[in-house]
């Protein structure tokens, strides 16, 4: 005899919508919920059996405590739950870092050593007793990013008379800045920071925000740092159009 297919309507009634439970509510029985707003508002994204939870490392959390989830894969519905349900879902904090302060004109410029295109490596100590302008961009070859990069490099030489020297950061690794500058002709050094570090150190890896999601990603900024190695000017959440220009007539006053 076939099995018949476990419909949506058979495993609410086998399973009497069971959901999750934490070992701070009670470790041998979990509580069932029926009502209305335990249901998810998009039944198109119910899973065709119910997800078991693996087990993850949590200090005080266990996840081998869990049952199953009755057709939750939607965030607002696991979130109508109580908060150890959304924790045993999805841990979104786990290994998030904590944001840097924003740096303001007249603090000195955090150091820095990184790789950069062409096989280089850059210092900011190897840089003292000239202006630098440090542009920070999320990613090679998107339209804003390649923008701003043109406007810096058909300036660079006017850059260059006012004692300045132009570089980009980005988290992208070397070999795409390699072909970034080699696609679009770049005459300036960009840096890769794919651990974060230089970018936290600036603030300007921050929690971002699109269609209702979060997600961490570089905030466009610039940094103008003077020849004795403080920050004169700062550039926060850049628009691309007339920024170099800006940034230029900002480094030849200082």
Same mark, same amino acid.
């Given at each position: 005899m076939t099995a018949m297919p476990m419909t949506i309507a058979r495993l609410r009634r086998r399973q009497g919508r069971r959901v999750c439970r934490?070992?701070?509510?009670?470790?041998?029985?979990a509580g +069932?919920?029926?009502?209305?707003s335990m249901r998810p508002s998009r039944p198109d994204l119910f899973l065709s059996r119910p997800l078991k939870v693996r087990p993850a490392l949590h200090g005080s959390f266990r996840h081998d405590s869990c049952t199953t989830i009755e057709k939750f894969a939607h965030w607002r519905a696991i979130r109508a739950c109580d908060l150890s349900v959304a924790q045993c879902w999805c841990n979104k904090t786990?290994? +998030? +870092?904590?944001?840097?302060?924003?740096?303001?004109?007249?603090?000195?410029?955090p150091p820095f /050593?990184?790789?950069? /295109?062409g096989n280089g490596r850059i210092k900011l100590s190897g840089l003292k007793g000239q202006k630098v302008v440090l542009y920070f961009y999320p990613k090679d070859d998107t339209s804003g990013c390649t923008q701003e990069a043109i406007d810096f490099n058909g300036l660079r030489k006017q850059f260059e008379k006012a004692g300045a020297v132009v570089i980009g950061v980005s988290p992208d690794p070397v070999k795409a800045h390699d072909k970034f500058k080699a696609k679009h002709g770049l005459e300036f050094d960009l840096l890769s920071d794919e651990s974060k570090t230089m970018l936290e150190a600036y603030g300007v890896w921050?929690?971002?925000s699109m269609y209702g999601r979060k997600y961490m990603g570089v905030e466009r900024t610039t940094f103008l740092i003077g020849a004795d190695g403080k920050i004169a000017q700062v550039w926060n959440k850049v628009k691309?159009?007339?920024?170099?220009?800006?940034?230029l007539e900002a480094t030849k006053s200082l």
């Amino acid at each position: 005899m076939t099995a018949m297919p476990m419909t949506i309507a058979r495993l609410r009634r086998r399973q009497g919508r069971r959901v999750c439970r934490s070992t701070t509510e009670s470790p041998t029985l979990a509580g +069932r919920e029926n009502h209305a707003s335990m249901r998810p508002s998009r039944p198109d994204l119910f899973l065709s059996r119910p997800l078991k939870v693996r087990p993850a490392l949590h200090g005080s959390f266990r996840h081998d405590s869990c049952t199953t989830i009755e057709k939750f894969a939607h965030w607002r519905a696991i979130r109508a739950c109580d908060l150890s349900v959304a924790q045993c879902w999805c841990n979104k904090t786990k290994g +998030r +870092r904590k944001l840097s302060a924003k740096l303001e004109p007249g603090v000195k410029a955090p150091p820095f /050593d990184l790789p950069s /295109d062409g096989n280089g490596r850059i210092k900011l100590s190897g840089l003292k007793g000239q202006k630098v302008v440090l542009y920070f961009y999320p990613k090679d070859d998107t339209s804003g990013c390649t923008q701003e990069a043109i406007d810096f490099n058909g300036l660079r030489k006017q850059f260059e008379k006012a004692g300045a020297v132009v570089i980009g950061v980005s988290p992208d690794p070397v070999k795409a800045h390699d072909k970034f500058k080699a696609k679009h002709g770049l005459e300036f050094d960009l840096l890769s920071d794919e651990s974060k570090t230089m970018l936290e150190a600036y603030g300007v890896w921050v929690e971002k925000s699109m269609y209702g999601r979060k997600y961490m990603g570089v905030e466009r900024t610039t940094f103008l740092i003077g020849a004795d190695g403080k920050i004169a000017q700062v550039w926060n959440k850049v628009k691309v159009p007339g920024h170099a220009k800006e940034v230029l007539e900002a480094t030849k006053s200082l």
